[in-house]
């Protein structure tokens, strides 16, 4: 009589370090959308200081300084969105959720990112390019501003802003799809790993 020959399994030798290597190179969007966060923030701090010097050294008050700062403002936090949360630096209320297996902590957060977070910032991503655009082929103004500058590099910054964090947030559900399969290769979401600086 002969005996099945076992052959063996090759799922067992996959493992996600390809995938998860591809996903770290295409964390550089996020990185450059942080850096260039970083890089707005000194240009609106330069604004705000011009415009206390010229008001109370010189009586000299911008009509500019309140709108550039709010539009750099706006801007800059939705860039620098994803780099926050490649870095697991947003504000997570885990004290539950921590507790739970790695593999369930990574079920939950891909869970919520597919079916909550990713739907609602596409549909977000979107209409902020239509948005964008009209205002670019409108020549649109800022109406509400007494200096009235174009608005679209505005929109387009916010555009920008949510379409890197639209896709970290996709690149963030296939590591929490990843954690399912192997939840001791992929650190769990309660985890804060070490963000390296590029």
Known sequence: MCRPVAYPDRRSNLRPQPVLRAISI??????????????????????MAYEVISRKVFGQPTIWALTVSYMFNGTLFL????????????????????????????????????????????????????????????????????????????????????????IQIILETIRHLLGLRWPTEVPGPSVREEFIEP
């Open 26 to 47: 295409l964390d550089l969007l996020g990185k450059v959308t942080g850096w260039i966060a970083m890089l707005l923030i000194l240009v609106m701090i330069g604004s």
């Open 79 to 166: 860039l620098g969105a994803a780099y926050t949360l490649r870095a697991n630096q947003h504000v997570r209320i885990d004290f539950l959720s921590s507790r739970l297996p790695v593999r369930v902590q990574h079920g939950i957060n891909a869970a919520f990112y597919l079916f909550a977070l990713i739907p609602a910032l596409w549909l977000t991503t979107e209409f902020a390019y239509t948005k964008a655009l009209r205002a670019y082929t409108r020549g649109t103004l800022e109406a509400m501003s007494a200096w009235e500058p174009i608005l679209w590099p505005f929109l387009a910054g916010i555009t920008i802003g949510l379409a890197a964090f639209l």
